[in-house]
């Protein structure tokens, strides 16, 4: 039951980012990755750390062997604050690597075509063909 409660509200989220935040900000995500997976990624691993059952995977367990609350509604809610360092590690990489790539990319073929050639359209003017042929 826990895992619908974290696809449905991170289902909300990711809708939410991709055509309302997306279009207020007017960023260019034509494959909607971030709100996708970097705002569903993030509210998916946080749920996970609320909703975490030690009936499911007793990671904890005391002196004598018996399990441990493992999330937030177990009793453990310092497990939010595992779940964000994690998230907050997998951001920081994220970052970097893709500022690092793009940096790579830019000096080696560039990052964006002309406006001319994006009026034009990418398939036929970088691949010198119709992307769809409607007069056949």
Avoid at 76 to 88: E, K, P, R, V, Y
Avoid at 119 to 130: A, K, N, T
Wanted: glycine residues 14%; charged residues 15%.
């Amino acid at each position: 039951m826990s895992a619908l409660a974290i696809g449905l509200i991170a289902g909300v989220i990711c809708s939410f980012m991709v055509f309302e935040v997306k279009s207020r900000l007017g960023y260019d995500d034509s494959l909607d990755a971030f709100g996708v997976h970097g705002a569903g990624g993030t509210v998916g691993a946080l749920l996970t750390g609320v909703f975490a059952a030690s009936v499911i995977n007793p990671v904890f367990k005391d002196a004598a062997g018996n399990p441990l609350p493992s999330g937030g509604i177990d009793g453990h809610w310092s497990q939010l604050i595992n779940q964000a360092a994690g998230i907050g590690i997998a951001w920081s990489i994220s970052i970097v690597g893709t500022l690092i790539l793009l940096k790579i990319v830019d000096l080696v073929i560039g990052l964006r075509v002309s406006p001319e050639q994006e009026s034009e359209g990418l398939d036929l003017s970088q691949h010198g063909e119709e992307g769809y042929d409607f007069n056949t």
